[in-house]
T-cell receptor
Framework: NAGVTQTPKFQVLKTGQSMTLQCAQD?????MYWYRQDPGMGLRLIYY???????DKGEVPNGYNVSRLNKREFSLRLESAAPSQTSVYFC???????????FGPGTRLTVT | GDSVTQMEGPVTLSEEAFLTINCTYT??????LFWYVQYPGEGLQLLLK?????DKGSNKGFEATYRKETTSFHLEKGSVQVSDSAVYFC???????????FGAGTTVTVRA
């Protein structure tokens, strides 16, 4: 039981490049989330998916797109990376009734 | 909207000292409350939770009590160890909601 897994662990991009961050969970959770974590800013929600087939914007969705591929997988895409997107990205999942969230290990992204 | 306020860090302590991290919240209704811990280079892990007033969550020597009258959920540990060095996040979720509201995090460093 791996919990929430994320790939890659580290990535360096040049400005304007695109990439997709992958997330998968094996806990049969309905809800999944993408956050970014920046120094002094805590965690900010980018997008979430309450259930398979739905996605919604969080606090900071600009510059990102998501796909809920199936119940297990939720990907985050940067179409044209910018230095402001340098951050650590975390995926999480949760399930009713408590909706306590389980986090992946993170992806450290640097955009130069 | 919902919000969580934590005491600002960083907090530096000696081993075996008493740790308190204050957390207060603003939310309608009766949210569930959580403390998450993030060890260096890792994702967030659920440390403890409480789902109703006067509940006490506890784990790994940490405790927090849900105080509805003061809208607080302060984290305490009687005798910290070097291995408790981490960032601690207070969070809440309203009933039937999917999204957590996080505090900004408090960095704790324990010195031997």
């Amino acid at each position: 039981n791996a919990g929430v897994t994320q790939t890659p662990k580290f990535q360096v991009l040049k400005t304007g490049q695109s990439m997709t961050l992958q997330c998968a969970q094996d806990m049969n959770h309905n809800s999944m989330y993408w956050y970014r974590q920046d120094p002094g800013m805590g965690l900010r929600l980018i997008y979430y998916s309450a259930s398979e087939g739905t996605t919604d914007k969080g606090e900071v969705p600009n510059g990102y797109n998501v796909s809920r591929l199936n119940k297990r997988e939720f990907s985050l895409r940067l179409e044209s990376a910018a230095p402001s997107q340098t951050s650590v990205y975390f995926c999480a999942s949760s399930e009713a009734p408590s909706y306590e969230q389980y986090f992946g290990p993170g992806t450290r992204l640097t955009v130069t | 909207g919902d919000s969580v306020t934590q005491m600002e860090g960083p907090v530096t302590l000696s081993e075996e000292a008493f740790l308190t991290i204050n957390c207060t919240y603003t939310a309608t209704g009766y949210p569930s409350l959580f403390w998450y811990v993030q060890y260096p280079g890792e994702g967030l892990q659920l440390l403890l939770k409480a789902t109703k007033a006067d509940d006490k969550g506890s784990n790994k020597g940490f405790e927090a009590t849900y105080r509805k009258e003061t809208t607080s959920f302060h984290l305490e540990k009687g005798s910290v160890q070097v291995s408790d060095s981490a960032v601690y996040f207070c969070a809440l979720i309203r009933p039937n909601d999917y999204k957590l509201s996080f505090g900004a995090g408090t960095t704790v460093t324990v010195r031997a």
